[in-house]
């Protein structure tokens, strides 16, 4: 009889061991804030893509790009190419970069080029642009696929509108893994569009992603709260508002919050009611 009772106390402990272990893993996995800030280097990076196209289209002007305090993305070591049909208008630019890394004026360093192919005007209804990166990185990690954008027209606001579709491939710098991401969004651009200054923009984005992160998990990814970027010089490289609900599979939904508009390159990653703070920077 003691036999069996000390047989079934080992069997107890080693169950509460398994259990207490167990517990303990889900709580460190819950914890876990790697996925949600990928998707946000997914989101900031093709995100940039189409500013950069945007930047192109309205000037056309290899000067503009050189004004750090108008808010211009492109330095003074971007180089652009274009192929025109007549005069007025280009059927495509290139943005060079260069084989070393250009320091932007945003502070990011990119290499590589962006092939920039217009089938229409850029603020004329129905035009799509289609952005494709050619060896192209960004703070050295590798970006590959395409992105189409289309002028969706005027919304009931006056605000023009341009739906967003996206699927490329972010090679992570420092054999950090790979990164798949695609999303279906629309991006209506709020202010700023009579101008060809930079600094008065801002944009609203909303919509859906999904893909895989580069441990290999795959997510989906829903802006429950329209994305603010803002152009404004302190502002300009990351969102300065909005929420996300991104969920990793096999695993709590993550509510990514970037504020409420101050410029400070933070967002709060919630798992399970508890709050995470990363740096965007």
């Known amino acids: ?28 996995e819950d914890s876990e804030t790697t996925s949600a800030a990928e998707n946000f280097m997914a989101t900031n990076f093709t995100n940039d893509m189409a500013n950069i196209a945007d930047e192109a289209a309205k000037t056309k002007n290899v000067s503009s790009f050189k004004d750090a305090q108008q808010a211009s993305i492109l330095s003074s070591c971007t180089t652009l190419q274009f192929d025109t049909l007549n005069n007025a208008d280009a059927d495509s630019i290139k943005v060079n970069f260069g084989t ?34 050619i060896g192209y990185f960004v703070n050295n990690n590798g970006i590959s696929g395409s992105k189409t954008i289309k002028n969706l ?14 699927a490329v491939v972010i090679t992570k710098a420092n054999n950090g893994g790979t990164i798949n991401w695609a999303c279906n969004r629309q991006r209506e651009w709020t202010n700023g569009q009579s101008t060809l200054a930079w600094i008065d923009d801002k944009y609203s984005i909303t919509g859906t992603a999904s893909g895989s992160n580069s441990n290999g998990r ?5 802006i429950t709260k329209p994305l603010i970027r803002d152009m404004a010089l302190a502002c300009r490289k990351h969102f300065t508002s909005g929420t996300i609900e991104h969920t990793p599979s096999g695993k709590p939904t993550r509510t990514i919050d970037f504020g409420n508009g101050a410029c400070d390159g933070k967002a709060t990653v919630t798992i399970n009611g508890k709050a995470y703070v990363i740096d965007l920077n």
């Open 1 to 28: 009889m003691k036999t069996v009772v000390k047989f079934l106390g080992l069997v107890i402990v080693v169950i509460t061991i398994l259990t207490t272990s167990c517990r303990k893993q889900d709580r460190e």
């Open 100 to 133: 070393t890394n250009c320091i932007c004026n945003d502070g990011r360093a990119r290499r590589g080029s962006l092939l920039i192919i217009y089938n229409g005007k850029y603020k004329d209804s129905l035009a799509t642009i289609t952005i494709k990166p």
């Open 153 to 166: 027209g005027r919304n009931s606001h006056g605000n023009i509108v341009y739906q967003f579709n996206a």
């Open 218 to 222: 795959s997510f989906t990814s829903n």
